[in-house]
């Protein structure tokens, strides 16, 4: 398999095991946004590791002691609409004070460009820290989109955070960002002529939201 040097894949036992379910096509939609929601959350464990910490004097019952607390600028969560919204409570679990900035974007059946409809993040954008939720990286033409709008926004420090990765999106991602670390917890193989990942999970939006 190839390797990419923005991208981490994200191979934990239980992620594995949860992903393999969602791929099922007999997965019901109530099962696959839960899935997606608790995979969300085992990977930004990963996807979050390196955030600093510095040390504060705590008391506990018992004594004194040295313990640590996170610094550094305040996250914010943006998902990519649709799919992405099915990422955010997993995540925000974690990590209860980030924000919640929101990307609407499509992707145009005929061109599989995406297109934009909505964007709103918190202010501030230079002192925040911007993880990017999409459950999917296919062409990467949204994800790469994203990235764009937020940069020009003033965003300096942004990460993404997928479940199925396709070589041709990690490859438009390191091309056109490659400061940004892509996290997945899958590289698959190719896209079929209608830009889907194979063998992938389908639509993930159709599937979280039970529309088709
Ligand atoms: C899906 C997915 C990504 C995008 C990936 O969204 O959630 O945003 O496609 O494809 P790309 O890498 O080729 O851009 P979709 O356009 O189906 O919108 P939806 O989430 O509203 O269903
Ligand atoms: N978007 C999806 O939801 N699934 C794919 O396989 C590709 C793009």
Do not use: W
């Amino acid at each position: 398999m190839a390797t990419y040097n923005n991208l981490t894949i994200v191979s934990h036992p239980l992620v594995q095991h949860k992903l393999s379910i969602l791929r099922k096509s007999s997965t019901p939609t109530r099962d696959f946004k839960s899935l997606v929601d608790e995979i969300g959350t085992l990977m930004a464990y990963e996807a979050l590791k390196d955030l600093p910490l510095t040390d504060v004097e705590i008391q506990t019952p018992l004594e004194p002691c040295m313990a640590k607390k996170l610094v550094g600028k305040k996250m914010v969560l943006v998902p990519i609409l649709r799919a992405g919204l099915g990422m955010v409570d997993g995540i925000s679990r974690l990590v209860p004070s980030a924000r919640v900035g929101h990307i609407g974007l499509f992707r145009d059946h005929d061109t599989l460009k995406p297109v934009d409809y909505y964007f709103k993040v918190p202010a501030d954008q230079a002192d925040r820290r911007f993880v990017i939720l999409d459950p999917m990286l296919a062409t990467g033409g949204s994800m790469s989109y994203a990235v764009e709008k937020l940069k020009a926004s003033g965003a300096v420090d942004v990460r993404a955070i997928c479940l199925v990765a396709a070589p041709e999106g990690v490859e438009t991602m390191l091309s056109d960002h490659p400061d940004v670390p892509v996290f997945t917890a899958a590289l698959d193989r190719q896209l079929n002529d209608k830009g889907y990942i194979l063998p992938g999970l389908g639509d993930a939006g159709d599937r979280i939201f039970g529309t088709s």
